[in-house]
């Protein structure tokens, strides 16, 4: 046997061995961290929300003609400071607008920490550009005082007019204050509470709480975790505060295999928008599409009488003319597809637009054609 056979038998076997390696050891699933499919249940942000003025305005203020409400708030706070404003005072402000602030106050903030806040026109302000948010309480769902917001506001606009012309660039009656309030008041988190901590999964998902246990009882022990049902996974917590951070620092890292999604087409309604996954399959069928344009057209149409006519007075009337046309639509085979890049094709080849494809998925789905889920946002 010369070197020429020697090198194609072993062409041919490593040839092999690599076919039989693909075979038995395939590409590697899809894995993520635990804080990115679960999160503690309790340990969440708040919303909090408040009602103040803004003053300081260059004249874009409400009108209290149309905005009572911010005289009022006016007097009520000049009334706290201990300035009278007589019975009666027709208050023509142009410089302060009655708002809307709110703020989200995230997990386990402390009494003096800093969180942004939003501030949104109430009234019929023109703009909140150059405006000082007076200090406005924030409260919670409960009724409770959270945080104490003031501070000066950034607008991400700007605008200009004159001579009944105007020029605006994006919105000018809504603002941002960063670090605008002051944490007063902590809300408690079931961190250190009872022997043991709940994960709730971001999507329901029966394998993927397995897999979130079994990730857990691997790498801390047997019964440590337990899958309850396709959203919840219940930890046993060690005692002391700090292990337990240590244990929740190690836990969240963790990579757990997640299976493929279940098949969902998304349609946005408003947008014409479609979004589908790569789980989504498509049967054979056929699919005939056609449009249909309605026409109307008015062309007013004057009668006059006769000149010599003493009687009778000029009448202007429309003419309406309507026009229906139908494209016709022929009878187009759709294959099966396997996968996203055939159904994608097999879409495509009817030329329809975004908002004919609504219509279209929708009956692939009640013709059982099309396999995956159909939600309408």
Same mark, same amino acid.
């Not at 809307?100 to 949104?120: E, H, K, R, Y």
């Not at 429309?318 to 046309?325: G, L, P, Q, R, V």
């Given at each position: 046997?010369?070197?020429?056979?020697?090198?194609?038998?072993?062409?041919?076997?490593?040839? @092999?061995? %690599?076919?039989?390696?693909?075979? @038995?050891?395939?590409? /590697?699933?899809?894995?993520? !961290?635990?804080?990115?499919?679960?999160? *503690?249940?309790?340990?969440?942000?708040?919303?909090?929300? $408040?009602?103040?003025?803004?003053?300081?305005?260059?004249?874009? #203020?409400?009108?209290?003609?149309?905005?009572?409400?911010?005289?009022?708030?006016?007097? =009520?706070?000049?009334?706290?400071?201990?300035?009278?404003?007589?019975? $009666?005072?027709?208050?023509? %402000?142009?410089?302060? &607008?009655?708002?809307?602030?709110?703020?989200?106050?995230?997990?386990?903030?402390?009494?003096g920490q800093a969180i942004d806040v939003n501030v949104s026109s109430l009234g019929n302000a023109k703009s909140l550009r150059g405006g000082t948010l007076i200090a406005t309480p924030l409260k919670g769902a409960d009724g409770q005082i959270y945080a104490l917001a003031q501070g000066n506001l950034i607008v991400g606009g700007a605008g200009a007019s =004159?001579?009944?012309?105007?020029?605006?660039?994006?919105? %000018?009656?809504?603002?941002?204050?960063?670090?605008?309030?002051?944490?007063? !008041?902590?809300?408690?988190?079931?961190?250190?509470?009872?022997?043991?901590?709940?994960?709730?999964?971001?999507?329901?998902?029966?394998?993927?709480?397995?897999?979130?246990?079994? +990730?857990?009882?691997?790498?801390?022990?047997? $019964?440590?975790?337990?899958?309850?049902?396709?959203?919840?996974?219940?930890?046993?917590?060690? +005692?002391?505060?700090?292990?337990?951070?240590?244990?929740?620092?190690?836990?969240?890292?963790?990579? *757990?295999?997640?299976?493929?999604?279940?098949?969902?087409?998304?349609?946005?309604?408003?947008?014409?928008?479609?979004?589908?996954?790569?789980?989504?399959?498509?049967?054979?069928?056929?699919?005939?599409?056609?449009?249909?344009?309605?026409?109307?057209?008015?062309?007013?149409?004057?009668?006059?009488?006769?000149?010599?006519?003493?009687?009778?007075?000029?009448?202007?009337?429309?003419? =309406?003319?309507?026009?229906?046309?139908?494209?016709?639509?022929?009878?187009?085979?759709? /294959?099966?597809?396997?996968?996203?890049?055939?159904?994608?094709?097999?879409?495509?080849?009817?030329? +329809?637009?975004?908002?004919?494809?609504?219509?279209?998925?929708? =009956?692939?789905?009640?013709? #059982? &054609?099309?396999?995956?889920?159909?939600?309408?946002?």
């Amino acid at each position: 046997m010369d070197k020429t056979d020697k090198l194609v038998r072993s062409l041919i076997a490593l040839a @092999w061995l %690599l076919a039989s390696a693909a075979i @038995w050891w395939p590409a /590697p699933s899809h894995a993520a !961290r635990i804080k990115e499919v679960a999160a *503690v249940q309790g340990v969440r942000s708040n919303p909090l929300v $408040g009602y103040g003025l803004v003053v300081g305005l260059d004249g874009t #203020g409400d009108q209290t003609t149309s905005a009572p409400f911010t005289t009022q708030s006016l007097t =009520a706070m000049l009334q706290q400071m201990g300035v009278t404003v007589p019975a $009666g005072t027709n208050m023509q %402000l142009k410089n302060v &607008a009655a708002v809307m602030v709110t703020a989200q106050l995230p997990p386990f903030a402390q009494p003096g920490q800093a969180i942004d806040v939003n501030v949104s026109s109430l009234g019929n302000a023109k703009s909140l550009r150059g405006g000082t948010l007076i200090a406005t309480p924030l409260k919670g769902a409960d009724g409770q005082i959270y945080a104490l917001a003031q501070g000066n506001l950034i607008v991400g606009g700007a605008g200009a007019s =004159a001579g009944g012309s105007k020029v605006q660039i994006n919105h %000018l009656s809504a603002g941002r204050v960063p670090e605008g309030a002051t944490v007063e !008041r902590s809300v408690p988190t079931p961190l250190n509470q009872g022997d043991s901590l709940q994960l709730d999964l971001n999507a329901s998902d029966f394998n993927t709480a397995r897999e979130v246990a079994r +990730a857990i009882n691997d790498r801390m022990g047997a $019964g440590v975790a337990q899958a309850l049902d396709g959203r919840v996974v219940r930890v046993r917590m060690p +005692a002391s505060p700090d292990a337990r951070v240590s244990f929740m620092a190690d836990i969240e890292n963790l990579n *757990v295999e997640l299976a493929s999604p279940a098949a969902k087409v998304v349609i946005n309604a408003r947008t014409g928008s479609v979004v589908m996954n790569q789980a989504v399959t498509l049967a054979a069928c056929a699919v005939a599409h056609g449009s249909l344009s309605v026409t109307i057209s008015s062309t007013p149409v004057i009668s006059q009488p006769s000149p010599l006519s003493k009687t009778g007075q000029t009448v202007v009337s429309e003419k =309406a003319d309507i026009t229906i046309a139908q494209q016709a639509g022929s009878l187009i085979q759709m /294959p099966a597809g396997t996968q996203l890049a055939d159904v994608v094709k097999a879409l495509n080849s009817l030329g +329809a637009t975004p908002q004919d494809l609504l219509a279209i998925l929708q =009956a692939m789905k009640s013709a #059982g &054609a099309l396999n995956a889920e159909l939600e309408v946002i």
